[in-house]
């Protein structure tokens, strides 16, 4: 819609309550911005911090006209925000990223499609909407992975199989619903880039993130990555090549493998990503300042990074027994920052928080970030 610049005190519609929404709440305040949150949970992170909470379902029709009506320009955290509440919000409000963009990156089928068309490669796949489209033991596909095409997370939603008697089992457990089945490669590393893209087509990208993941979910980030040069080069360069193909506006996370010294693009994420919070301590402007300005219509910030930083997950296994952790052992650390994202029930494998450690020196960092780790406990 128009390209005029939305100032404080404007509201603000954010789609979605964890923690990415809590963190844009919080660059929004900074900035004297109010927002609101619709969450259909009355416990999220973003919702309880927010100027408004709407506490309603993403398609509900009245949340969504109080949206459309308070707010001046709307945006998500939420990757599976229906397609069609971002068009009808469209219909009256700056909306960023577009339904469109969302809807390529919430769907696995579309957004491999999207990337292999794009000229970049992406690990051999086969799309499965029965079971007698799964190839044959003899195919090179296999061993590989079965990812439902909608809704999979955090490695939620997919299973691995070593040959066709097993994918069908996983298929048949995922009760038939469209998946990906995808070559499992050999992985030397994986790497991320976090990008900004304003309406006028400028980019900020930040260093290449390094991650390494523990049971399906991202576990650590280094950053900038220890990877050479032509590949930190061209990661980035892909990255952009996929939001400017999507004409995309706002902050856009592509994920990468790195095998056999080839980088393949895995996903994207339509939004700030957990492998960009570093840049909350570390860099210059952080990522959930840069979706705020790319909604508002504000120039890019500096996305520069100021420090080394190692970024580590803190997730509800580190509760033993619903013990809190020794918290006052993290807070003696100076280089460390942590950021706790007020979730009541520490479930396993659910991200209560995260910290990271910032330095000069990345082996120090490093160090560092381990030994804190240990502190917590974290396997
Ligand atoms: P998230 O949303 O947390 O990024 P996800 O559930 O969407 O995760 P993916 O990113 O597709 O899932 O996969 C999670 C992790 O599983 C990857 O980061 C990687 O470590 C591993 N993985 C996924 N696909 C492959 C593959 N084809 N070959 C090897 N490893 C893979
Ligand atoms: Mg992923």
């Known amino acids: 819609m128009s390209s005029h610049i939305i100032l404080p005190p404007a509201m603000l519609g954010m789609l979605g309550g964890g923690q990415l929404g809590r963190f844009f709440v919080i660059a929004a305040h900074e900035m004297g911005y109010r927002v609101t949150v619709l969450d259909p949970d009355k416990n999220s992170p973003a919702g309880k911090i927010a100027d408004v909470h709407l506490c309603a379902d993403y398609d509900d029709a009245a949340a969504l006209k109080t949206m459309a009506e308070t707010c001046q320009a709307i945006t998500t955290e939420f990757e599976n925000v229906p397609a069609s509440t971002l068009e009808n919000l469209a219909q009256t409000r700056t909306v960023r990223p577009s339904a469109k963009a969302v809807s390529i990156a919430q769907h696995r089928v579309l957004e491999k499609q999207f990337i292999r068309d794009a000229g970049i490669p992406v690990a051999p796949f086969v799309v499965v909407n029965a079971a007698s489209d799964l190839p044959a033991d003899a195919d090179a596909i296999y061993p590989a992975i079965l990812k439902v095409a909608r809704f999979g997370y955090d490695g939620k939603g997919q299973a691995r199989v070593a040959d066709k008697a097993?994918?069908?089992?996983?298929?048949?457990?995922f009760k038939g619903e469209q998946c990906v089945l995808e070559k499992m490669l050999s992985l030397d590393y994986e790497v991320s880039v976090v990008l900004a893209r304003d309406a006028q087509g400028n980019v900020a990208a930040y260093p290449l993130a390094e991650n390494s993941h523990l049971n399906g979910i991202l576990d650590v980030s280094i950053v900038p990555a220890r990877a050479p040069k032509a590949i930190q080069d061209q990661a980035r360069q892909l990255a952009i090549k996929i939001a400017e193909k999507l004409e995309y506006v706002g902050v856009l996370a592509v994920e990468f493998f790195v095998s056999n010294g080839e980088l393949l693009a895995n996903?994207?994420?339509?939004?700030?990503?957990?492998?960009?919070?570093y840049t909350i301590d570390s860099n210059v402007t952080n990522q959930f300042e840069q979706q705020l300005r790319a909604l508002v219509g504000l120039p890019l910030g500096d996305s520069r990074l100021h420090s080394q930083a190692v970024m580590v997950n803190i997730l509800g296994d580190v509760w033993k027994n619903g013990t809190e952790p020794a918290w006052d052992k993290i807070f003696a650390r100076p280089e460390l920052k942590l950021h706790l994202y007020g979730k009541h029930e520490p479930r396993p494998g659910r991200k209560m928080g995260h910290y990271t450690v910032i330095g000069a020196d990345q082996e120090t960092v490093i160090v560092n970030a381990i030994k804190a780790r240990e502190e917590l406990g974290i396997g």
């Open 267 to 277: 996903e994207m994420a339509p939004r700030p990503h957990n492998s960009g919070h």
């Open 166 to 173: 097993q994918a069908q089992t996983a298929f048949e457990a």
